[in-house]
């Protein structure tokens, strides 16, 4: 081609400014070969808060209570209550979100059959059995699919930590470090809630201010080599990092704007202030907060725990779906509650457990809420024990493809990656009940 | 024109702090808890990891290729280092800046030069000596501080983070 006729044609950069890749359905990935889908789906959701119950919860304690099977499997909580979705009852530790019940869908028959803590989360969170690859959980996905790639200007990185981070099994995977998320720290039911980077204590806005001056004057290198892309790049980090320091960042993790009463209905505590913190978060358009709630790994002293903790997450979440229908938020934003396993339903008595709960992957439970799912609902059974699936077992796969779906994001389409790698972004699933058409 | 690897970076930025990273291993054999004195760069494992290190692109190793290093930088870096706890922890517990602080009795100009021989490697220029001079009498800032953000300054360097 002569110059004249390459200036002529329309560079990729023009085709990107006219959005022509977008609407036909191309990707970044591969401009020239895939042959246009069909439009995707109507999608309603914008965000997802994933509650993530770290150690796996008691599946039988919560949502899935079986009084009939006895002592030995129910313990002390026997009287589940009604809630107000016919014919659905959960663990009497729960009242507040009996009453939301209308507003959520329990899944009892969550399986992958692993019970080993780190597999799991991978499983739960990235659909995928392990393999060679480590692929990316459902948040990094969305950061892909929904963040700075895809228009995303918000404030603060699209993908937030509520306030320790899991870790590579539940991460980015193999898309890189740009797609990690970002951890907080700090403890939001604390005042200030100093989230990393952006609350500095003890050092003043005017501090700041003056010793970001001396480092501009320290920076001889910098002066030396003006247009070297590495450091045009280093600069454009610190723009966007003081941006985050001095402006609305802030004020968007400050939860002391919130009045009092509000706060305390959420529940002063990490969880509950986390729960607060993640509606505020959604409602600033963050597409993806995750809450890692630590404490459910119960195999000592389980029913103590569950006394202590169940509370704790009925008033977190029933205040956070109450708040978010209150704001119009709940249509937007699936809430998604599982942890990486359930709960031996059989109570271990014997020494050293003295009334504990061991891991269960067999059969267990997950709560999606809002965003396009319908609510009052049950999916799936296990049996009388809660010991295995019943009726209609889902898979991780269904699930995440599921909330995909309601997304926006094709579960059959290409994964685009950093690694040049040819892969879907959900596998094919020919095991269980498929996705989750009851409730959607 | 290189960035430091991640932990090239965390290693130096503990022997300029004398403080060290708490690193622990799931699995309990030869360590569960790594000796302190053990620097990151010797660090057997890939799952042996911090959030510092795999946010700066320490590969986990899962291929074992060398293009899984990830040394491009990202704003999660630049904020981390210039705001986080972690690294402000550091310059404020720092043995080594208590040592150079006495070491210098007093002199500003020998201090902002020792400071400069161990981030830098190199003495300062008549322009930089004048401009931290000048930081060091601002109002407000006692000299501990300022000290403290010479430090973090100089680390935040392009000169600091890159190999050139």
Known sequence: MSRQQITDCMTRREALKRGLFGAAGLTLANPLGVRARSAPPRTRAKSVIQIWMWGGPTHLDTFDPKPEAGDDYCGPFKKPIATNADGVRICELLPLLAKQADKYSIIRSMTHGNNSHETASYIVQTGREPGRLVYPSVGAVVSRFKGYDHGYKGLVPPYIVLTQPQGRFSEAGFLGQRYKPFATGGDPNRTPFVVEGIVAQGISDDRQRKRRELLHNLDSLGKAMPNNPHFERLDRSEENAYGMMFGDARKLFDLSEEDGETRDRYGRNTFGQSCLMARRLVEHGVPYVTINYKGWDTHKQHFETMRRKLPEMDAGMATLLQDLADRGLLDSTIIWWSGEFGRGPKIQWNPPWNGGRSHHGKCFCALVAGGGFKGGRVVGASDEKGMEVADRPVYPTDLIASMYELLGIDPEGPMPNPRGLDVKVMPASDKGGGRLKEIV | ?164
């Open chain 2, 1 to 164: 024109m290189r960035r430091l690897e991640a932990e090239v970076l965390v290693d130096a930025l503990c022997w300029i702090s004398g403080t060290r990273e708490g690193y622990s291993s799931a699995i309990p054999e030869p360590f569960t808890f790594i000796p302190q004195e053990n620097r990151s760069i010797e660090l057997a494992d890939g799952s042996i990891t911090s959030q510092f290190l795999e946010m700066f692109g320490r590969p986990a190793r899962d291929t074992g290729l060398e293009s899984e290093r990830d040394n491009r930088p990202t704003d999660a870096q630049r904020l981390h280092l210039l705001n986080s706890t972690h690294i402000q922890n550091k310059i404020e517990r720092s043995s080594r800046l208590n040592g150079l602080i006495r070491a210098a009795k007093g002199k500003r100009p020998r201090l902002i030069n020792s400071i400069y021989l161990n981030i830098l490697s190199r003495y300062a220029t008549p322009a930089e000596l004048s401009a931290a001079e000048n930081y060091f009498q601002t109002k407000g800032i006692n000299t501990r501080q300022a000290t403290n953000d010479l430090v973090w300054a100089l680390i935040n360097t392009k000169e600091f983070l890159y190999r050139h």
